[in-house]
T-cell receptor, first 116, second 111 residues
Framework: NAGVMQNPRHLVRRRGQEARLRCSPMKGHSHVYWYRQLPEEGLKFMVYLQKENIIDESGMPKERFSAEFPKEGPSILRIQQVVRGDSAAYFC??????????????FGPGTRLLVL | GESVGLHLPTLSVQEGDNSIINCAYS??????FIWYKQESGKGPQFIIDIRSNMDKRQGQRVTVLLNKTVKHLSLQIAATQPGDSAVYFCAENHNFNKFYFGSGTKLNVKP
């Protein structure tokens, strides 16, 4: 059973470009969470999605950031017109329906975004 | 928003010694806490959790203590091994769909 997969693992963009980060949850998991981690800091919650629904986006910047989790395919975190401050590691986590504890939430390896 | 912070940014211990990592949280409504281990270049890995109706929980070589009175959480690692070297985060949760992470403590285990 493959774990949570994220790609790309590393992404370099120039200011003003778009970044697309993908997350494939574990098999059987229908809940996806995105977090951002700046160097030497903890993870900051961004958004929580279920299939075709955004449940909680209270941690998402109001502009330039969007997320989706379509019926088919991976979850996508999209950052438009990237700026240097977007440089960070972006982690995805997934969990099965009916949250039962942290041991059922698995994190992917992250995508490290560098904006030049 | 919630605030979860750690007292010590870096902790160095000798192999075989016990380690204690501390965490303070600010949201008294939080009812569920997790300790994560993050190795370099990897995502966080669940270690142990505790619910607010408990004050202690033990796992394999790890123990989590919760003091709700002072809003303090600690992780104790017994007989620390080189493989325990990582950054440790506490995280709090009160609605089961997102976690608030502290800033992390780096644990260095000296052989």
């Amino acid at each position: 059973n493959a774990g949570v997969m994220q790609n790309p693992r590393h992404l370099v963009r120039r200011r003003g470009q778009e970044a697309r980060l993908r997350c494939s949850p574990m098999k059987g998991h229908s809940h996806v969470y995105w977090y951002r981690q700046l160097p030497e800091e903890g993870l900051k919650f961004m958004v929580y999605l279920q299939k075709e629904n955004i449940i909680d986006e209270s941690g998402m910047p109001k502009e330039r950031f969007s997320a989706e989790f379509p019926k088919e395919g991976p979850s996508i975190l999209r950052i438009q017109q990237v700026v240097r401050g977007d440089s960070a590691a972006y982690f995805c986590a997934s969990s099965p329906p009916g949250f039962s504890g942290g041991e059922t939430q698995y994190f992917g390896p992250g995508t490290r975004l560098l904006v030049l | 928003g919630e605030s979860v912070g750690l007292h010590l940014p870096t902790l160095s211990v000798q192999e075989g010694d016990n380690s204690i990592i501390n965490c303070a949280y600010s949201n008294s409504a939080s009812d569920y806490f997790i300790w994560y281990k993050q190795e370099s270049g990897k995502g966080p890995q669940f270690i142990i959790d505790i619910r607010s109706n408990m004050d202690k929980r033990q796992g394999q070589r790890v123990t989590v203590l919760l003091n709700k009175t002072v809003k303090h959480l600690s992780l104790q690692i017994a007989a620390t091994q080189p493989g325990d070297s990582a950054v440790y985060f506490c995280a709090e949760n009160h609605n089961f769909n997102k976690f608030y992470f502290g800033s992390g403590t780096k644990l260095n285990v000296k052989p």
